[in-house]
T-cell receptor, first 112, second 116 residues
Framework: DAKTTQPPSMDCAEGRAANLPCNHS???????VYWYRQIHSQGPQYIIH???NNETNEMASLIITEDRKSSTLILPHATLRDTAVYYC?????????????FGGGTRVLVKP | DAGVTQSPTHLIKTRGQQVTLRCSPK?????VSWYQQALGQGPQFIFQ???????QRGNFPDRFSGHQFPNYSSELNVNALWLGDSALYLC???????????????FGQGTRLTVV
């Protein structure tokens, strides 16, 4: 499984953009980068995913470097409710769908 | 549209006992995966079920077993419980199209198992 490396924690000011980095230098050509977040004591919540191109949805933007060895999740206007652990995951294709290999994630604290 | 539902939400068991956890996938989903999340750690993949068969398994002993029913719901069984089995057990569902197709996984809220 391709490993991901994320900073263990980061703080962000409410209303500002939060930029969460992730390194995945051993990613294979057909593996996708997924981002999930987990708010305390809840199940992980899907945020966004991408292969090569930058992606944007109503929650966030995903910027993937041209060599695909790293990516950045951008929360454009962080709110207090965005406080959570954010997981960067490389999706491993297995027999029926996918297996998600979670690392330690980045604990994001949004401060007023 | 109901999301992934798990039952029970909390459970306390004694060492050596057996436990069964249940999961109903999101409507339209046919694949169910189970994860174990110890306190302070990320979820760890246990196994995945599709077409009522275990398709892939993580690094978990045979004490962990599962089942998928024709309606796509699933059960996770753990025998001979250890104290170390105390964790949040998460169920995730997705729709299988083909191995290359992106199918985001939706997670339930989990079952908090405490072994005493």
């Amino acid at each position: 499984d391709a490993k991901t490396t994320q900073p263990p924690s980061m703080d962000c000011a409410e209303g500002r953009a939060a930029n969460l980095p992730c390194n995945h230098s051993t990613i294979s050509g057909n593996e996708y980068v997924y981002w999930y977040r987990q708010i305390h004591s809840q199940g992980p919540q899907y945020i966004i995913h991408g292969l090569k191109n930058n992606e944007t949805n109503e929650m966030a933007s995903l910027i993937i470097t041209e060599d695909r060895k790293s990516s950045t999740l951008i929360l454009p206007h962080a709110t207090l409710r965005d406080t959570a652990v954010y997981y960067c995951i490389v999706r491993v294709v297995i027999a029926a769908g996918n297996k998600l290999t979670f690392g330690g994630g980045t604990r994001v604290l949004v401060k007023p | 549209d109901a999301g992934v539902t798990q039952s029970p939400t909390h459970l306390i068991k004694t060492r050596g006992q057996q436990v069964t956890l249940r999961c109903s996938p999101k409507s339209g989903h046919d694949t169910v995966s189970w994860y174990q999340q110890a306190l302070g750690q990320g979820p760890q993949f246990i196994f995945q079920y599709y077409e009522e068969e275990e398709r892939q398994r993580g690094n978990f002993p045979d004490r962990f077993s599962g089942h998928q029913f024709p309606n796509y719901s699933s059960e996770l069984n753990v025998n001979a419980l250890w104290l170390g089995d105390s964790a949040l057990y998460l169920c995730a569902s997705s729709l299988f199209v083909n191995p290359e197709m992106n199918t985001e996984a939706f997670f339930g809220q989990g079952t908090r198992l405490t072994v005493v």
